[in-house]
């Protein structure tokens, strides 16, 4: 059983589930997906389907399904390991930012509590990165890796498309640099997207480009405030765009750019390697794993950003991607394993 909060399509750790779910199947397990169901989720061909919100609840559906392994993917459902009766269970930890970057703190860092000691009581602890392992508060297993070989991917039979969205939006002539990330008020400085505007600023301040030539463009789940704010600090708000039209807007990027304080791993960044562009990322543990350049000097990406600019002519893109194969295998691998110790018990 994979357990998930989440499995709305999109989303980061329902992206993973999916792929994760899809190769269990494939191996010849049958497998139950459990979690909260909503009208956006995806359809995980060949799994059952449990729609439930609370750990207890995952605990007894395991009993009734006689599953042997719980996989819990994010809380509330590593507290599984505190139900009576429970099988064995193996979290997956994507990780968690500090609590005390945001408002809501204190409640925060009780879940983190709750996390950890859950975490403890599993058969096994795997982290989505190394970043995210480095960083546990709890004994890790080990480190079960992303990739973005799912993603969409560049290639040159794409250009006329590009060339189209760039028209349509009027971007024929400006030097477009993307960051995608969620920028609702309370996540805007823990994603980076006040020093993301700062950077803009330096760029205009260098007056290299003419005025407008260079622009700053930001995606990302937000509300009507939320793009209000970004508007005013320079940068171009597109939120709550659908996966293609998502898609479009990284065909149509010149350039990324990302300067979140925290990350397990980062998608966006995933996305722009996967479309072959240009990436500037924070300098933090997850960021660095990806191998790209890195800082969190505000001039030094303002010059990276117009070295881009100024080579844009010369650049040829070419995908980046990273593979899930080996890592969807040892996946499979660790439950097969899990399951049989589970059974012997």
């Not at 602890?125 to 992303?146: C, F, I, M, Q």
């Not at 100024?310 to 070419?318: D, H, L, T």
Request: one cysteine or more.
């Amino acid at each position: 059983m994979l357990a998930s909060s989440t499995h709305a399509i999109g989303q980061g750790v329902a992206v993973v589930l999916a792929l994760q779910a899809g190769a269990l199947v494939r191996s010849g397990m049958g497998v139950f997906i459990a979690g909260p169901a909503s009208g956006k989720d995806y359809s995980y061909p060949g799994c059952a389907r449990i729609d439930l919100s609370a750990p207890e609840d995952a605990a007894l559906a395991a009993e009734r399904f006689g599953v042997d392994l719980i996989v819990a993917l994010t809380p509330p459902f590593y507290s599984v390991v505190h139900a009576p009766r429970v099988c064995s269970v193996l979290a997956y930890d994507h990780g968690e930012p500090p609590a005390e970057w945001f408002s809501d703190h204190a409640e925060r860092l009780k879940l983190l509590e709750e996390k950890d000691r859950s975490l403890r009581l599993a058969m096994a602890v795997y982290a989505n990165s190394k970043a995210v392992a480095d960083e546990s508060r709890t004994p890790v297993t080990g480190v079960l890796p992303l990739a973005n070989g799912h993603l969409g991917q560049w290639s040159d039979d794409r250009l006329a498309r590009r060339q189209a969205i760039r028209k349509a939006l009027g971007w024929s002539d400006r030097f477009i640099v993307l960051n995608v990330c969620r920028f609702h008020e309370a996540e805007r400085r823990y994603k980076g997207v006040d020093t993301y505007s700062a950077v803009l600023a330096a760029v205009q301040q260098r007056g290299q480009a003419s005025p407008g030539e260079i622009v700053f463009v930001q995606c990302g789940k937000a509300q009507g405030a939320d793009v209000q704010a970004v508007s005013a600090a320079g940068l171009v708000p597109m939120a709550n765009l659908s996966d293609p039209q998502l898609i479009d807007i990284y065909l149509a990027a010149d350039a990324y750019a990302n300067f979140s304080r925290w990350e397990g791993y980062n998608l966006g960044i995933g996305q722009a390697l996967a479309m072959g562009l240009p990436t500037l990322a924070s300098d933090i543990p997850a960021h660095r794993e990806f191998g790209i350049e890195v800082t969190n000097d505000v001039d030094h990406a303002a010059d990276w950003v117009l070295e881009c600019w100024r080579e844009r002519a010369s650049f040829r893109r070419v995908a980046r991607p990273t593979h899930w194969e080996p890592h969807l295998e040892r996946f499979t691998e660790i439950v097969q394993s899990l399951c049989v110790r589970s059974q012997k018990v």
